[in-house]
């Protein structure tokens, strides 16, 4: 198990930067991957970035180039960079650990923080 807790959000201007946090209660250097959702109100959720144990990342086309996913495996710690925001990525962020045992696969979610872009 792992608890996730985030962090960095907050009120920004488009085109603006957030960087976001995401810490662990436990090493995450053997974590498959860790990631960044968001959803905003009456949407699905939706993928941001993610990054495996291996430090290979993955973006959707609608942020690639603007978001940044790093992790810091000796802070238990997985940042999500955020640069030229716009109105529209007006979301909740929430960090995602999915662990891979042999019992299984489990997702863990943190409980998110809240972007704000203002136009």
């Known amino acids: 198990q792992v608890q996730l807790v985030e962090s960095g959000g907050g009120l920004v201007q488009a085109g603006g930067s957030l960087r976001l946090s995401c810490s662990a209660s436990?090493?995450?250097?053997?974590?498959?991957?860790m990631a960044w959702y968001r959803q905003a109100p009456g949407k699905q959720r939706e993928l941001v970035a993610r990054?495996?144990?291996?430090?290979?990342?993955t973006y959707p086309d609608s942020v690639k180039g603007r978001f940044s996913i790093s992790r810091d495996n000796a802070k238990n710690t997985v940042y999500l960079q955020m640069n030229s925001l716009k109105p529209e990525e007006t979301s909740v962020y929430s960090c995602?650990?999915?662990?891979?045992?042999?019992?299984?696969?489990?997702?863990?979610w943190g409980q998110g923080t809240q972007v704000t872009v203002s136009s």
């Open positions: 990054i495996s144990s291996g430090g290979y990342t």
């Open positions: 436990r090493s995450i250097s053997s974590i498959n991957n």
């Open positions: 995602n650990a999915w662990i891979v045992t042999i019992g299984g696969s489990y997702d863990y």
